[in-house]
């Protein structure tokens, strides 16, 4: 029973491993979850909050495929904001605060729930490699389990390095051990490997805060939710509070510059820009005098307090001086010290965008690893990683989105052909179809694809086949609903819009930016009763298509000039040494990268139009 | 593997530079409804595959060239697609005129090697032919890189580099709003931006006009010599061609009843046509010789028209200059020859008819200095000055210049209109997208890399 041998093993249990582990699962292999504690399974090691900018889009993205982590973040959020409301529907992000400790359980009981899913808590020391493949694992028992695949997913544990102050001892979380002997291995079979480095703010106790001196920020009067499913939504939230620095505050921080272990060059990872230490922002942006401070409770009932935007690794009672300058932190106490932590990542140019290792076979990496950063950037691939694993382990078709598809698709296509230098968080600009990818559409973008493969439920599939069909019944109802002059013209003015002077179609008008649907359904009782019969999903769809029109149709264009070169697959592993017709650059590149596709291969860097051209020609045979 | 383009690419299959035919290539789905929109003659659309048309080339109402098309319909064709070839005559003005036109009607201009790259892809090559035209790719791309290197010497690239780092700081601002619109982050003052588009609108338009003049620069100025027998034209030719040390070449290899050659005139090149004598005649050999001097004169940049002082009258002059079918953009200028020779109130009256009249002595070598001058004037008409501006030379340059232009209007409408942010992007996008087409794409990190160290982000 111990050595069974299963179609799929995945290390480590956070954000990547669960949804691997969940998504190999449900599509029909057998799997080993592996983790060093089974009580910290989906730990959310930083901020207790899923979802944001671009990284909401994920987690839509994740559930219209059929993954897990938009269902269990509805069942254990706090509280919902969509953000960026104020701008276009392309932007609008849903963001969840969440109960870590419920979010962790809800992970756990649902992998419990799925009959594919054993479990074996034990660090993994190696992996068994036999002719370039890896057939499975050896633990630190010495325990060898056999596999088809193996998805690593061991987020900052690899050789991880925990700095406070001067202070620094292994781990790969506060108060958890670090893992040794796979990156080293992995360097033996000619993986490259890198150093990153991350941070996390410490955490207080709420009791001790006066919320009187911040400014409360509510979730969403009408709080909307992840998943297309029938999740719960919240009837009832928690607010967050909004505080600053101050010139006092960063005074003190000063103080400890000199042991920071950062400003001192003891940290040798490069950290991400975007989510700067605190230190790291007074001493970057001086004339700033204040920074935003987001104080987030980390449940429902617990009295533990996560300060968002105050990540340090500077000397504990330094950061705790520090704090009780911050207007309602006057009187703080500190549960947790923030810190730093340092830990090995492979440069993910040595993927496959199937998220298969190009050294060696049936070996998958997902999450941190890879060289990002972000609970919603790890689920995803580890999604990807454990969709593919079992696609290699049946003999099917591997399974890749385009970057005109996915958030998932750029992400991934970022890492395998960009690389990266510093942790790789989703951003929308980095998409070049921001327009087409949109938290609203992500059911229509990806669950037909996903319920081909086996992984998004009938039921998933309906939804989306209903909410395609409605939305064109009322985009058809729309475009020949006659509106008179007479019957819009009050509201016209109302809105500060022209008012028009002969019959026109509904549809003309809704594409005026000053109207919404339901200003127009409040002017005519009758488009009002006949559009009664649609949900708001489905109206909501219907209106952002007439709103997006032009643009979406730009991207389509776009898109499809991309996908012809996509469409153009390289098969097996050409000699571009051979091909003199290539730039230098281009060969060595071309060498590197080992691009899956012409597409791919014009989006590595150094590699030109003729470049591509020449590749072209020489592809056929 | 059918049709998997959907676009209809075109460019010149000949070399550039002055033959007697020139062949533009069309192929794509849109190609044969494409040269029909242009081509006088029969409907292409109805004509059988593998034939040859005879016929008109007209931009509306103008008739550019006699042509003969030929049409290759897929898969009978070297792409495998629908094939247009058409056979115009070796004029650069023609060229540039029928590739625009076709361009404008929503042909895109070919990349290097992109016909082999269609033909390869349909299937029309085996591997020992696409290895062989690999090779020719690769030379065509080192021609590229020498007009680029020529391109960086005028300034292009500097120019266009500066261009789109304000963009893309203008772009990272935006960005910026729609990726931290959560934090706290000062907002893009939008007064300001209008104020930068205006200023980015006003270098790209220059530049788009400066096309007109790099296509001179590139190609030379036609400029025809006529005038009656023995008004000195070929005096005047030789003065010109003498005095200059800096005869860039004489054009070979072609048997003309035209002498041309070129002259570099402060880095403009002009190239010279002397022609067979404009007059009435019944000699049926010289008469075709007056029709080809008009045809010429009809392709001309400049026309000089010669005549003798001495000899001429203000009537025969004006009747000779009304008859010349100077092409309308085109510049005539009166010259009046043996200055030298001609009695001052023969001058005077010259003078008075023609106020712009300049004289000049071919034989002697007077008055050509002022000649120069005059013919200089007659391509900085755009108050370019072809030594220090940056000019662009090439049509897909032009091409992508005019559609950054376009999105930068449509970035300026949405401003002003009050459009969402992620639309005023995706156009500011898509003209940094156009002019990435001539200085190399800009990605993402870009725009990141312009917000990460200006603005402090992350909580």
């Given amino acids: 029973m111990l050595t069974q041998e299963y179609d799929v093993i995945v290390v480590g249990a956070g954000h990547a491993g669960c949804e691997a582990a969940a998504a190999a699962a449900n599509l029909g292999s057998s799997v080993l979850l592996v983790t060093m504690n089974m009580n910290t399974i989906a730990q959310m090691s930083c901020n207790p909050a899923m979802g944001g900018v671009a990284k909401g889009q994920i987690v839509r993205e994740v559930d219209a495929l059929g993954g897990q982590s938009g269902i269990i973040t509805d069942k254990t959020m706090i509280q919902f904001r969509m953000l960026n409301r104020s701008k276009g529907p392309a932007m609008w992000s849903p963001r969840a605060q969440s109960d870590r400790m419920r979010f962790a359980e809800e992970w756990r009981l649902t992998l419990e729930g799925i009959r594919n899913v054993d479990f074996w808590q034990e660090a993994v020391t190696g992996l068994l490699v036999e002719d370039g493949t890896c057939v499975g694992v050896r633990t630190q028992l010495g325990i060898e389990f056999r596999s088809k695949t193996v998805v690593l997913t061991n987020g900052t544990f690899l050789n991880g390095l925990i700095h406070i102050g001067e202070k620094n001892f292994g781990g790969g979380r506060a108060a958890e051990r670090k893992s040794t002997g796979i990156t080293e291995q992995l360097r033996e079979l000619g993986f490259e490997t890198g150093r990153m480095k991350t941070g996390t703010p410490p955490r207080v106790d709420g009791r001790t805060l006066d919320y009187s001196k911040m400014e409360e920020q509510a979730g969403d009067e009408n709080p909307s939710k992840f998943s297309y499913l029938d999740t719960p939504t919240l009837s009832k939230q928690r607010p967050c509070y909004i505080t600053y620095t101050n010139e006092k505050v960063h005074d003190i921080l000063r103080t400890g510059f000199e042991k920071s272990p950062m400003f001192q060059g003891r940290i040798k990872g490069l950290g991400p820009r975007y989510c700067p230490s605190v230190e790291d922002k007074i001493n970057r942006f001086a004339d700033k005098d204040r920074h935003q401070i987001f104080v987030e409770p980390e449940g429902w009932s617990t009295v533990e307090v996560y300060v968002n935007g105050f990540s340090s690794s500077l000397p504990e009672d330094v950061q705790y001086e520090a704090l009780r300058q911050i207007a309602g932190f006057e009187n703080a106490k500190m549960f947790r010290p923030g810190y730093a932590i340092e830990y090995d990542f492979f440069p993910p140019t040595q993927l496959h965008l199937t998220l298969e290792t190009k050294p060696v076979r049936n070996l998958y990496f997902a999450g941190q690893i890879n060289g990002t950063t972000g609970y919603e950037e790890a689920a995803c691939q580890g999604l990807m990683a454990g969709i593919n694993a079992h696609q290699r382990v049946r003999e099917l078709e591997p399974f890749i989105l385009r970057r005109s598809e996915a958030y998932i698709g750029v992400l991934i296509d970022d890492l395998v052909n960009k690389g990266t230098d510093e942790p790789y968080r989703m951003f929308t600009s980095r998409a070049e179809h921001r327009i087409l990818l949109r938290q609203d559409n992500a059911d229509l973008r990806l669950t037909p694809l996903a319920h081909k493969l086996g992984l998004a439920s009938d039921e998933r599939m309906a939804r989306v086949e209903q909410k395609r069909q409605q939305t064109a019944d009322v985009l058809d109802y729309l475009s020949k609903k006659p509106v008179e002059p007479g019957e819009i013209n009050g509201l016209l003015e109302e809105l500060g819009s022209a008012p028009i002077h002969e019959k026109t179609r509904v549809v003309n008008l809704l594409r005026r930016p000053q109207l919404d649907l339901p200003d127009l359904q409040r002017a005519l009782p009758e488009l009002h009763e006949h559009l009664g019969q649609y949900g708001a999903e489905v109206l909501e769809q219907a209106s952002i298509h007439v709103k997006y029109e032009t643009y979406i149709e730009k991207e389509h264009q776009q898109a499809e000039r991309m996908g012809q070169l996509e469409d153009l697959r390289i098969v097996g592993r050409l000699d571009y040494k051979a091909m003199p017709a290539l730039s230098h650059e281009a060969r060595e590149k071309l060498l590197k990268v080992q691009p899956e596709t012409i597409g791919q291969a014009s989006r590595i860097s150094g590699i030109s139009p003729a470049d591509i051209s020449v590749l072209m020609v020489y592809l056929g045979k | ?459």
């Fill in chain 2, 1 to 459: 593997m059918t049709n998997i383009f959907s676009d209809t690419i075109v460019a010149l299959s000949t070399p550039p530079g002055a033959g007697a035919i020139a062949v533009l290539r069309l192929s794509g789905p849109a190609a044969i409804e494409l040269t029909d929109g242009i081509f006088f003659g029969r409907r292409l659309s109805e004509q059988p595959s593998n034939t040859l048309h005879y016929g008109t080339l007209r931009n509306g109402e103008a008739i550019l060239d006699e042509v003969v098309v030929g049409l290759f319909r897929a898969p009978h064709s070297y792409t495998r697609e629908d094939v247009v070839e058409i056979s115009t005559h070796g004029s650069d003005y023609i060229i540039r005129e029928v590739l625009a036109l076709l361009v404008r009607r929503g042909a895109r201009l070919a990349e290097p090697g992109e016909f082999t790259k269609r033909a390869f892809l349909h299937g029309a090559f085996d591997l020992a032919q696409a290895e062989a035209v690999a090779d020719l790719i690769a030379a065509d791309s080192a021609l590229q890189h020498r007009v680029a290197l020529n391109q960086m010497r005028g300034g292009f690239s500097r120019e266009l580099k500066d261009l789109r780092q304000q963009l893309i700081d203008f772009a990272a601002l935006l960005e910026l709003e729609l990726d931290f619109g959560e934090e706290d982050v000062e907002f893009a003052d939008r007064s300001g931006l209008l104020r930068l588009l205006t200023h980015v609108q006003t270098v790209v338009q220059r530049l788009l006009r400066s096309f007109e003049l790099g296509n001179v620069i590139k190609n030379g100025v036609t400029t025809v010599i006529a005038g009656r027998p023995n008004a000195g034209k070929s005096t005047l030719l030789n003065a010109l061609l003498n005095e200059e040390r800096a005869i860039v070449s004489a054009i070979p290899g072609t048997t003309r009843d035209f002498i041309e050659d070129e002259v570099s005139l402060e880095g403009i090149k002009f190239r010279f046509v002397d022609t067979a004598g404009l007059r009435d005649t019944t000699d049926e050999v010289e008469a075709i010789g007056v029709q080809r001097t008009r045809q010429r004169v009809e392709q001309a940049a400049v026309v000089l028209y010669l005549f003798d002082l001495v000899t001429a009258t203000p009537a025969e002059v004006a009747a000779d200059t009304a008859a010349l079918p100077v092409p309308s953009g085109a510049t005539l200028l009166l010259l009046g020859n043996k200055l030298d020779e001609a009695k001052p109130e023969t001058v005077a009256a010259f003078q008075q008819q023609f106020p712009d009249l300049v004289l000049l002595a071919a034989a002697p070598r007077t008055g050509l200095e002022e000649l120069r001058q005059h013919l200089l004037a007659t391509v900085r008409r755009e108050g370019l000055d072809a030594s220090s501006a940056t000019i662009v030379t090439n049509l897909r340059h032009a091409r992508s210049l005019e559609v950054a232009g376009e999105a930068l209007v449509a970035v300026q409408h949405g401003l002003t209109s009050g459009a969402g942010t992620e639309l005023v992007a995706a156009d500011l996008r898509a003209a940094l997208r156009a002019l990435g087409e001539i200085t190399g794409d800009i990605s993402s990190d870009d725009l990141l890399g312009s917000i990460f160290t200006r603005f402090c982000i992350g909580k």
